[in-house]
């Protein structure tokens, strides 16, 4: 970019900034949602495995992502090539030293920086259905390598120009023709329902499912140890969601308000939802349901907010905080040990804004006015998150069952009754705890009969 281009741009370029710091928070906050609702002798490690993502995929995204989810030389539309653009190259500065402009018109490297974010946190989403029982080193393998078969080909698929996009070449111009070369019924997927949600939402469950249930899975009454903890992170993912739904109208624009006003209310609303579900089912509300509707809300919108009127966003909202709250309960129904509701909240609460976007989207619906034509956007929605479901399912099921194979998923049982914080991390999350943490149970013992005898 010429450093007047650049000056045109400016305003567009200092909201991406903001917006991808906002989404780099979100990260660090999930980790306080989830640390808070674990057990205790767990906090640290869930905290670990969103602070080890955050590490390891920042570094591949640099590497290959980039590549691999926007480059130009697309494999079927499944994935790009990652050696096309590896380290970045050709995708900073030109020949000139000058900066690239991508396709918003703001330099190209603010692109890159904000979806780098996105992929984080996707990957960290999926620890939440892992607590108390998985070892940290397998963890970040499947990390690295479920970012680069998963993450990195649906990001192609759908914002990439491939598979699951409106491009000429995609599945919905396939299905209902193109127009002017590209999709007549284009998908939507606002800031990452497929992308984001339901792909890790449904790695959860395929990991739940592979892996199995911890020692004191419907034995024990699973608590939170830190309920204000929980509520600081869905706060700070509420507040850190205005990147990553306003960031993905990639300027500073009505799109951009609109987004933002969107997030807003459905998340009012789902929060809402959950707790009217809460009242009429248990006969009281809680504040992890407040926060789990909060997080409800702002999963069921991120496809949908461009693209609603806030009305039907409330609408999409209230009805995603109530199927949140009773999809949280299927883990119960199914027995899988989904510990922290991955699955209840991310994939139940994506599928349903992902095609409820195409009953409610303003004046396109098959429930706003889009006639036939609104029949045929619901029918796009459904088969993009049907082939989002599919494609993760496999995908993660044969990493999850090599590495099982390989090396191992679970810490032994002994390790998770004494806490997994102090067996894997040598810590304990308080500092009341932090001689007892660090102890293993045989030395507990130990301890106690030696202060028995100098008694």
Known sequence: MTPEEMVTASGDSAWMLMSAALVLLMTPALA???????????????????????????????????????????????????????????????????????????????????????????????SGSLANRVKFSTWMVFAGIWVTLAYFPLAHMVWGGGLLSGSEDGLAAKMFGTTDGEATIAPIDFAGGTVVHINAGMAALILALIIGRSRSFMKEEARPHNLPLVMLGAALLWFGWFGFNGGSAFGANGDAGLAWLNTTVATCAAM?????VEQLRDKHVTSLGAASGVVAG??????????????????????????????????????????????????????????????????????????????????????????????TAIVTAVIAVILKKVMGWRISGDEEVTGIDSVLHAESAYSGDSHMGNLTALEVEQDAAGASTKG
Do not use: C
């Open 298 to 391: 702002l999963v069921a919108i991120t496809p949908a907010a461009g693209n609603l009127t806030p009305v039907t966003a409330i609408i999409l909202g209230a009805i995603g905080g109530a199927l949140s709250a009773v999809g949280v309960g299927l883990k119960y129904r199914f027995k899988f040990d989904d510990s922290l509701d991955v699955v209840g909240v991310h994939l139940v609460a994506g599928l349903w804004g992902t095609i409820g976007v195409g009953l409610l989207a303003t004046d396109d619906g098959l429930l706003t006015g889009g006639g036939g034509d609104g029949f045929k956007l619901f029918v796009v929605q459904i088969v993009i998150a049907v082939v989002a479901l599919v494609y």
């Open 272 to 276: 809402l939802g959950w707790l009217t």
């Open 32 to 126: 306080l949602f989830y640390g808070g609702m674990s057990r205790q002798k767990s906090a640290i490690n869930m905290m670990m495995m969103s602070f080890g993502t955050l590490g390891l995929v920042g570094v591949i995204y640099v590497l290959w992502g980039w590549s691999m989810s926007y480059g130009n030389e697309s494999f079927a539309g499944w994935f790009s090539n990652p050696f096309e653009f590896f380290g970045l190259r050709d995708s900073v500065t030109d020949a000139d030293g000058n900066y690239i402009a991508g396709s918003s018109g703001y330099a190209n490297v603010i692109d890159i920086g904000f979806q780098l974010t996105f992929a984080v946190i996707t990957v960290a989403i999926i």
